[in-house]
Nanobody, 120 residues
Framework: QVQLVESGGGLVQPGGSLRLSCAAS????????LSWVRQAPGKGLEWVSG????????AYLDSAKGRFTISRDNAKNTLFLQMNNLKPDDTAVYYC?????????????WGQGARVTVST
């Protein structure tokens, strides 16, 4: 069965950095697009970034551009999100999602989430 397991969350001060990882199993990793979606406390789900199966095409939420970098290692079945210059508004649970196809527009499967808290 499909499994997505996030790690790397934690507490960080404003301006700091974190790297989230998502270990995937149960499907042909290099055939599917992936995304990071977050949910801030008391708010709805917000797509943050997506990457196609090859890793060639990526996209970001406007507020994440220039600060976040999505990448994937198809040999290790792992998705990453490097987050720099973090802001309190980035506080959220971050979910790794698997698409139905090589693009990242549909969130078919979700991980359990990694909590990121940006605070002094």
């Amino acid at each position: 069965q499909v499994q997505l397991v996030e790690s790397g969350g934690g507490l960080v001060q404003p301006g700091g950095s974190l790297r989230l990882s998502c270990a995937a199993s149960g499907f042909a990793f290099n055939s599917y697009g992936l995304s990071w979606v977050r949910q801030a406390p008391g708010k709805g789900l917000e797509w943050v970034s997506g990457i196609t199966n090859s890793g060639i095409t990526v996209a970001y939420l406007d507020s994440a551009k220039g600060r976040f970098t999505i990448s994937r290692d198809n040999a290790k079945n792992t998705l990453f999100l490097q987050m720099n210059n973090l802001k309190p508004d980035d506080t959220a649970v971050y979910y790794c999602t698997k698409s139905r196809s090589s693009t990242y527009s549909v969130h078919q499967y979700w991980g359990q989430g990694a909590r990121v808290t940006v605070s002094t």
